[in-house]
């Protein structure tokens, strides 16, 4: 059974892990260090933050930004939970803005007409690997004194073109932070994992002390103290907790596995645009079907695809989604949906009163969703399985 998405994993991936676990250092080594260096140079950002998750991530993101309780965030429904979550986690209130039908993204004219007075962030998704609208999302954001977070844990190595030129997913002027996930079926992975980048020193610098227990051991950064003060000894041992943080570490065995996947990147992001464009061409004419589509083609050649989602008409085809989900499987082919709109789920109904019809673009595309299988290690055989299978499907 081909699943929609999946590790790979190398020789030199395994060695390096190995390597750590012989080494001083399982967890905060220098290893860490070296995968945020190495992380941040390859986007082009100034500051990267690794943390366990992109959960984490953003969290991080929306706490160092100064956005909590009394504050909005808007954000897509067309995402996983976490891209909403971590405005809950703040204190503030997460609300969603529609999608555009073509980009599957945050659409900028619906945010416009989502906007309060007290929106302070905005957490787009570049969804499937599609970078969302950045320039234009982050225009109205800063005009109005909101942050930019762009979710971009579905499109590590990601670029795209605006005015001619390229810009990476981390290393462009318009996000003010940009948030990766490393988990197994991203474009790399660390087993759990996640980074925050910034070109923001302070935000960093919160972000780092943050992620360990809002702890400082620099003696420059510890705060005064009268000399008769239980805690007036500072010597070798000593640390202070100035903010109430969290764990959210990585180890260092992780980011060992990042620095050898980081290796392999571009290989890994090549093949997999070139499944993207072989799924493209042999479905092109499939009237039932419609596959991703870019903003802008040039970016062809940029995207960092993770999933290959198409929307299936399937009254069309006389079949529910069950059903084609299971003609799918009995081929060998896996494949999910990416996403139930987030505002939809329970919870949300429940704290906030959201419900169907807040976002019709995003619900009707959940409607005809379906990602088909889409990793770097699929092979020509395995890509012609898939593209038999779909193209049976309208066959009774
Ligand atoms: C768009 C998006 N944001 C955030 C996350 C959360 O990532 P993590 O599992 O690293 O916390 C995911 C995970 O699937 C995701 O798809």
Redesign the pocket.
Known sequence: MLPYGRQTITEDDIAAVVAVLRSDYLTQGPVVAEFERRFAARVGARHAVAVN????A?HLALRVAGVGAGHRVLTTPN??L??ANAAAYVGATPDFADIDPVTRTLCPGAVEAAWSDDVRAVVA?D?AGQPADLPALSRMARSRGAVLVD?A??AVGGAFYHEGKSWSLGGNPWADFT?F???P??TLTTG???MLVTDREDWADAARCLRSHGMVRDPARFSPVDAGDPLAERGPWFYEMQELGWNYRITDLQCALGLSQLERLDAALARRRAIVAAYDAALADLRWLRGPRLRNPEDAGLASWHLYTVEIDFPAIRQSRTEVMARLRAAGVGSQVLYIPVHLQPWYRRTYGYGPGKCPVAEALYGRALSLPLYPALTDADVSRVIAAVRSLAMP
């Open positions: 998750s992109a959960t984490a953003l995402t996983f976490a891209s998704v969804y979710d844990s579905h948030v996930s490393f988990h079926v991203k759990e994992g996640g």
